[in-house]
């Protein structure tokens, strides 16, 4: 910081020697993304990038959502030949792919991109051109196989895709290659945001912000960040044997040649537990952050949250078996994993007991997005306290399988994650639109959409109880489930209804809806910092973090480290424990790269489903874009 | 042709709410009765559980309380008791999470004890019905059905499950849980009636086009009932008495019938579909789709792909009077 003295050099120019709109000006300008169609198309700024991911998730999960519809309609009555069970079985597997692989996990993804740089008071996320290619093949994935599916090419295997059923032998034609090559799109993108999200935190975080004074929102998309590491490359094993099995005749899967069809099980659901909390964890953060702002008090308990997040995380690994209890395991075997997946009560117990304990210190001030976490609780505690039920290998041979588990796991994913995450949506849109979304329409919303879903998921409870299997295209009016169906049917509706209502609220509180000001809830952590919408620079000076909410301990005003390049992208790297200010780092700029390779990866993958060769030249291909991607420019770092 | 249900076993089990033949809370059959009773006693713990956290919920959100003036101001004696409150729930949580293990764990002994069935069944799942399969120590005692396992009431039977494609699943609520049938893989499953009826079950995990029309009926009745009930069912199937019935067995096995499907004591041996020995005397038809009578099988001989859609019962040319003639034929395989 020497040359503060010296007379400053436009390209020496430092943040502490110019300051107010000169400053902001000036980093915009250096930060911004340039206009035009090739300028959006190469940008690297988390925020844009961020909201692109959250809105292609929402679409995502508005289709997934109409095919849940679909569904509902033809159950609402016995033998209804509305649809046939061609079509009901791609809406289901469409319906569960697209939620879990193409909605849940994105849409969690996708916050972080927005808001973990914010939080963490950086000016980007850590490999920002990763971040632009890992959207790319995300969305790539999801046209895929919903292009196939208006094709009628759509996967019908059901999202778990079941070896022998979606084997050479009983899935001929191509919808279960499409199936399997879309779990390899979203893999390589949730991997590539999984990566970004470590290294920001444990690199880029704001001087200051050490370890126990990371947000709870960081620290749950961090530990989730991990889970994703570790379990992707399961279902990405699984997912490539069943494609060689598929297109040149491998065995690994067969029992007729030395396979085993329970070995897909295993590795999906080595897979598909931890993924259940990939999904939660992110939505436990959100609800911290919801209840700690409108609480007006600092969180009760942080240490055992953290360590309830940490807890949740490993034990989410040694749940698998729960999901397949009914293949004839070892019982003593099977055991272990009753009790492993009981113990998962625990650190979930502790969180909901301290954010209860947070309310109880604090004043609530009721605003949709506590309206959104108060109904987190009530439908979340239910469907983990019947996941007890599961977890028991006896009781669950009989609800296994049946409408008792669907009405199990909707309580727990949309009542533990997708409420959370709407009332993230009214919690975080002024940050992200400027905007206040209408409280009135907003009330409205959550009211329509807790009734609906509870119209429509508890019956299932019952009917799985009364003998209702999972994934029946129709049943037979002498069972005596359709009134139930009817019952969930007309709440799925409302439930539906509801969603138009977010949408609603969503486009026409961008245009119309108050101006929300910086900090509009008073809240205290680093995003709230700076402008809403912030500006491409995120923050015109580095915050340096005394508190673990840091708006709440310094009222007058942040304090700053200074002396990072104002005409250069240039962000600190902090110690990973201490957050010391350690290094100044360049950050990639914009590129249109990740675009070519994502395209290039995208060809790859979709001719490997009909030829393997194609992995062969598509390597070429891929390996021509990296190379331009990560041709040496020759920063003025590197000169020095 | 309309298409009758199997409308008329419901006279025999009246549906009330959670009653049904179908229901794992309407249990007939010791397995199936731990279970309800183990549901019970986690349904209970479970929802004082839900009622008393949402209390302390609704009580967390009194707002007659006076903000506190900085959200971030220590309060080492509220703290100090807060913490022992929720360090008391989180036990509590955990002596609860430890019982219903334990309780788990004691009911799953008692289900998968030993296995002491005197009678032996394999059950094999195929897209999308039920093969059954008897055994016997005496080749000539052995014999093969199709979704219909008779039991005699108040033994335990032993089902030795397969698959000889996909993965299916053998469900009867009523009577026991679950248990897969998984290809290259055999499953052992105890089951037990304790009252005279018909149980139904259905394939619980999904198998492709149909595993929604993959119904199984278990009929529990009297040991001596069921002894004459076996040997009827050992017998091969009597030869045609009338004209009608003779021109039926002749169009049977003149049409692509015998490709895939056993009718014992003549000549058609095909083994891809159900075995036709004694079809006549079975209450259903198609796993369980179709009530058995005389209309419903013409129409499942007509055109199968109209009510079970996928189903691998191809589509066959037969002349209107010759379907009556195979219709009678196939009746009068009791």
């Known amino acids: 910081m020497s040359e503060a003295f010296a007379a400053p050099d436009p390209k020496e120019l430092r943040d502490h020697q110019i300051g107010g709109p000169e400053l902001t000006a000036r980093l915009a300008r250096t930060w911004g993304t340039k206009r035009g169609l090739i300028g959006a198309l190469s940008t690297v700024d988390h925020k844009i990038i961020g909201r692109r991911y959250i809105i292609t998730a929402f679409l995502f999960l508005f289709l997934a959502g109409l095919a849940a519809v679909a569904m509902r309609l033809q159950l609402a009555r016995p033998e209804s030949r509305l649809i046939g069970p061609d079509l009901y079985n791609q809406l289901f597997t469409m319906h569960g792919t697209t939620m879990m692989f193409l909605f849940a996990v994105p849409v969690m993804e996708a916050f972080a991109v927005y808001l973990v740089p914010l939080m963490v008071g950086t000016r980007n996320i850590a490999f920002p051109r990763l971040n632009a290619f890992s959207y790319y093949v995300y969305l790539f994935g999801g046209l895929l196989i919903w292009v196939a599916f208006m094709l009628n090419i759509g996967a019908d295997i059901g999202w778990f895709g079941y070896v022998p059923l979606s084997g050479p032998e009983f899935s001929p034609g191509k919808r279960a290659d499409i199936w399997a090559q879309m779990i390899t799109f979203t893999e390589v993108s949730a991997l590539a945001v999984a990566v970004e999200i470590v290294v920001t935190v444990l690199k880029q975080r704001a001087p200051g912000m050490t370890l126990d004074r990371i947000p709870l929102f960081v620290w749950s998309v961090f530990v989730t960040s991990f889970l994703i590491i570790f379990a992707m490359p399961a279902v990405m094993i699984a997912s490539t044997f069943l494609i060689l099995d598929r297109l040149i005749g491998t065995h690994f899967f067969n029992p007729a040649e030395g396979g085993d069809a329970l070995l897909w099980q295993h590795l999906f659901w080595f897979f598909g537990h931890p993924e259940v909390y990939i999904i939660f964890l992110p939505a436990t953060g959100m609800v911290s952050a919801i209840i700690t702002t409108f609480s007006r008090r600092k969180t009760f308990g942080y240490l055992a949250l953290v360590l309830s997040l940490i807890a949740t995380g490993f034990l989410s690994f040694g749940l698998w078996v729960h999901h397949m209890f009914t293949t004839g395991l070892p019982q003593l075997g099977a055991s272990f994993f009753t009790a492993s997946s009981m113990m998962i009560a625990i650190p979930n117990g502790i969180q909901i007991f301290c954010w209860i304990a947070t309310l109880w210190d604090g004043r609530p001030v009721f605003r949709t997005p506590l309206l959104f976490v108060l109904g987190f609780f009530f439908i979340f505690v239910a469907g983990g306290l019947s996941g007890l039920m599961l977890a028991s290998v006896p009781l669950d041979t009989q609800v296994h399988d049946t409408y008792f588990v669907v009405a199990h796991f909707h309580y727990v994913l949309i009542g533990g994650a997708v409420f959370p995450l709407l009332g993230a949506v009214y919690y975080w849109y002024p940050k992200i639109v400027g905007r206040l979304m209408s409280e009135r329409i907003g009330c409205w919303h959550f009211w329509l959409a807790f009734i609906g879903f509870n119209l429509a998921f508890f019956p299932m409870h019952i009917t799985g109880l009364m003998g209702m299997p999972r994934r029946v295209y129709t049943y037979q009016p002498e069972m005596g489930w359709d009134n139930l169906n009817l019952l969930s049917s007309v709440g799925a509706l409302i439930f539906f209804f509801s969603f138009v209502v977010f949408l609603w609220n969503t486009i026409t509180s961008a245009r119309s809806g108050s101006l929300s000001g910086d900090n509009p809830w008073d809240a205290g952590t680093l995003e709230w910092a700076t402008s809403s919408p912030p500006p491409p620079q995120n923050f015109d000076r580095i915050p340096v973090v005394t508190n673990r909410e840091p708006l709440w301990a310094e009222r007058e005003m942040l304090p700053v480290a200074a002396g990072l390049s104002v005409e250069n992208r240039e962000l600190i790297v902090s110690t990973v424990s201490e957050a010391r200010a350690d290094l100044r780092e360049a950050s990639p700029e914009p590129s249109i790269w990740p675009l070519l390779a994502a395209i290039a990866t995208g060809i790859t993958f979709i001719s490997s489903i009909f030829t393997p060769w194609a992995v062969v030249w598509g390597s070429c291909i891929v390996g021509v874009m990296l190379i331009g991607w990560f041709w040496p420019k020759g920063s003025k770092e590197d000169e020095e | ?334």
């Open chain 2, 1 to 334: 042709m309309r298409l009758r249900p199997v409308g008329i076993l419901l006279l025999v089990f009246p549906l009330t709410g959670c009653n049904g033949w179908q229901s794992a809370l309407d249990t007939h059959g010791p397995g199936a009765g731990s279970l309800e009773t183990l549901f019970w006693i986690f349904l209970g713990v479970l929802a004082t559980v839900w009622i008393l956290t949402m209390l302390a919920l609704v009580a967390s959100l009194r707002t007659r309380r006076r903000p506190h003036a900085d959200p971030l101001s220590e309060d080492p004696a509220a703290n100090r008791q807060m913490t022992g409150t929720v360090g008391a729930l989180v036990a509590a949580t955990a002596v609860i999470v430890l019982a219903l293990t334990g309780f788990s764990y004691a009911y799953q002994k008692r289900l998968m004890g030993e296995q002491d069935g005197t009678l032996t069944i394999k059950v094999t799942g195929q897209q999308w019905w039920w093969q059954v399969e008897y055994e016997d120590p005496q080749p000539s005692r052995t014999f093969t059905t199709a979704n219909e396992i008779h039991i005699p009431v108040g033994e335990p039977v032993r089902l030795k499950l397969e698959s000889s494609d996909v993965i299916h699943s053998f469900w009867v609520p009523s009577l026991i849980g679950k248990t897969d049938n998984i290809p290259g893989r055999q499953n052992v499953l105890e089951l037990q009636a304790d009252r005279e009826g018909i149980y139904r079950g259905q394939c619980a995990e999904f198998c492709g086009w149909q595993h929604a029309h993959m119904g199984v009926l278990i009929i529990a009745k009297p040991k001596a009932e069921f002894e004459s009930w076996r040997n009827q069912q050992i017998a091969s199937a009597s030869p045609a008495s009338d004209d009608e019935r003779k021109r039926g067995e002749q169009v049977f096995f003149t049409s692509p019938c015998i490709m895939c499907h056993s009718i014992r004591g003549t000549s058609a041996g095909g083994k891809v579909g159900p075995d036709l020995t004694h079809v006549g005397s079975r209450l259903t038809l198609a796993a369980g789709t179709l009530q058995n009578t005389r209309g419903n099988l013409a129409a499942w001989i007509v055109d199968p792909q109209r009510i079970k859609p996928g189903a691998n019962m191809p589509l066959i040319q037969v002349e209107p009077r010759d379907l009556n003639a195979l219709v009678s034929y196939l009746e009068g395989l009791k």
